[in-house]
């Protein structure tokens, strides 16, 4: 009789080892690696592959204890069917297919006794060989004549083919040729309009300063008529530029002084100066009354413009001309003795 | 007179007709499918209730044994416990697929053992009645709590975890009683179906 008590807990003194190996018996692991675990422990473990064995007779017990149920007989058919398929083709006769059967007499051996039958077996074998070989070289050579006619005609094919290739890349050259003295042309065309319009950009620079200078002129012929309503200042002298303007693309320079009634204070005025030398500036002189006398050093605008106020060392009508020169900066001489751009007399 | 016979196949132990396997002898294994083929596909029906996907299950095990029956050796056990063992696990992997597939249910254990057996002998009957009662009052003497874990997993393709779950025990309580149940009924059997095993 079998103790019924569940007695896990008293029990469990299961070497930890073997935990899986019921469950190993009983299909109830839970993935292949605890199946692979359990297998390699059996295969190194003396005492796990016992207690598996004993383990493993349980479970058999379970299975021989269903009751047997006969398949359907197209079932071993159709294994015994499967199984010949995979196996030797030699067919294996079952026991009802085994009954004695006499050995047939082999007459081979009496035939290659006979010398006459010897040699008529070599002389039918030699004819057949022969035949047989014939007959191959015969269809070798059809084969090789074959083979040579499809290569002649895959040579013609692939000379059409470098012909037309050839024909492509002609014709691509051609083309890259063209396409470049195209672009050449627009290059050359490209650089004359970018010419023209730098050319056209410097006239717009120049008209521009034309255009301010004019601007400049319309103020100082502001500045008069204020000088006039006023009635303070007359205008006592109109200097003019004493160089040519070779480009005419300015106005030419000019210049004037105008001076109170009363007191000493004069206004000089220019427009259309070029910007002076570096290291120099503009000076107006005064000349005529003994030494020269430099009165005012000043510098010009962008477009050559200035208003310079100086005091008369003595009465205007005292000094015969007036001048413009460039001086060095960092010292103006007794005489002038740069260059002259503007000059007037005072009568 | 030269004259070549061959002995019956049905008197060669389980051992010689797999030694003839292993040399592709077709009519060793169709002596040993003679023998055992009733109770593989029985297993199969008992667990999948399915005598067509058991036809399935019992070509691949006849056929695995086909395939591999030169690499059994006797370290190995007992040929009917690799037989078994691999007749088992076919179908186990086969109702869990199904079970994955949820493409069909099965029915409780008790179910199976309702299925008809017409083509047995009945002298066939008579010793599987008589070893079915001796397994049943094997597994009716165990406590039910290792009855359950043998059932749900032998019977029932469950892993030792969705028993654990399925019936609310500790894992390692569930891996104990699988145990101590397979030992009692060893114990309980051996002595009496010794024989016939």
Redesign the interface.
């Known amino acids: 009789m079998t103790d019924s008590r569940d007695t896990t807990a008293s029990n469990d003194d299961m070497d930890p080892r073997f935990e899986n190996l019921a469950g190993y018996v009983l299909g109830a692991l839970e993935n292949d690696n605890e199946r692979d675990l359990v297998e390699a422990l059996i295969e190194s473990d003396s005492e796990a592959h016992a207690e598996f064995s004993a383990l493993a007779e349980a479970a058999d017990m379970l299975a021989m204890a269903v009751p047997p149920v006969a398949p359907p007989a197209h079932l071993k058919t159709a294994i015994m069917e499967m199984a010949g398929k995979e196996s030797d083709p030699t067919p294996v006769r079952s026991t009802a297919e085994i009954a004695p059967v006499p050995s047939p007499t082999p007459l081979w051996p009496a035939i290659l006794r006979s010398g006459f039958a010897t040699s008529a077996v070599a002389a039918v074998l030699v004819i057949v060989v022969a035949g047989v070989l014939g007959y191959q070289n015969n269809q070798l050579g059809n084969e090789i004549e074959s083979l040579r006619a499809e290569l002649t005609a895959e040579s013609a094919v692939v000379s059409s083919i470098q012909n037309e290739l050839l024909a492509t890349v002609s014709e691509s050259e051609n083309k890259v040729a063209s396409m470049k003295t195209e672009m050449e042309t627009m290059e050359t065309e490209f650089g004359d309009t970018t010419e023209m319009v730098v050319h056209q950009e410097e006239m717009v620079s120049e008209l521009a300063i034309v255009n301010a200078a004019l601007q400049q002129a319309l103020a100082d012929q502001s500045w008069l008529n204020y000088v006039a309503m006023r009635e303070e200042y007359q205008v006592a002298s109109w200097l003019k530029s004493t160089q040519p303007n070779p480009a005419k693309t300015v106005v030419d320079a000019s210049g004037l002084i105008a001076i109170r009634y009363v007191g000493n204070e004069a206004v000089f005025q220019a427009h259309g100066l070029a910007q002076p030398q570096p290291s120099y500036a503009y000076t107006l002189w005064l000349l005529g009354n003994g030494a020269p006398q430099p009165v005012a050093q000043f510098e010009v605008s962008e477009i050559g413009a200035a208003t310079v106020p100086f005091l008369l060392p003595a009465p205007f009508q005292l000094y015969s001309s007036v001048a413009v020169t460039q001086e060095r900066v960092d010292g103006v001489g007794n005489d002038p003795t740069g260059t002259m751009v503007l000059s007037a007399d005072t009568n | 007179?030269?004259?070549?016979?061959?002995l019956?196949?049905e008197g060669l132990e389980d051992l010689e007709l797999l030694a003839k396997i292993g040399g592709?002898?077709?009519?060793a294994?169709?002596t040993l499918?003679?023998r055992y083929?009733?109770?593989v596909?029985?297993?199969a029906?008992?667990i999948l209730n399915d005598?067509v996907g058991?036809?399935e299950v019992?070509?691949d095990v006849?056929?695995s044994v086909?395939?591999r029956g030169a690499t059994y050796t006797r370290e190995k056990?007992?040929f009917?416990?690799w037989l078994?063992?691999i007749?088992?696990?076919r179908t186990?992997d086969e109702l869990r697929k199904r079970r994955r597939d949820r493409s069909r249910q099965n029915d409780d254990i008790e179910d199976h053992?309702d299925?008809k057996?017409?083509?047995?002998s009945p002298a066939?009957?008579a010793v599987?009645?008589s070893?079915?009662a001796?397994?049943?009052a094997?597994m009716e003497?165990?406590?039910?709590?290792?009855k359950t874990v043998?059932e749900l997993?032998?019977f029932k393709?469950?892993?030792?975890?969705e028993?654990a779950e399925k019936t609310g025990q500790p894992l390692?309580?569930v891996?104990?009683?699988?145990?101590?149940?397979?030992?009692?009924?060893?114990?309980?059997?051996?002595a009496e179906?010794g024989a016939?095993?």
């Open positions: 007179m030269d004259e070549v016979y061959r019956n196949d592709q002898d077709r009519e294994l169709s499918y003679d083929g009733r109770r596909f029985a297993l029906v008992r005598p058991s036809e019992t070509q006849f056929m086909w395939r056990g007992k009917t416990t078994f063992s007749a088992h696990n186990i053992y299925l057996s017409s083509d047995i066939d009957a599987a009645q070893e079915y001796k397994i049943l094997a003497d165990l406590p039910v709590e290792q043998v997993s032998y393709g469950l892993t030792q975890t028993i390692g309580t891996k104990t009683r699988m145990r101590l149940a397979l030992k009692k009924l060893r114990k309980a059997l051996s179906m016939q095993v």
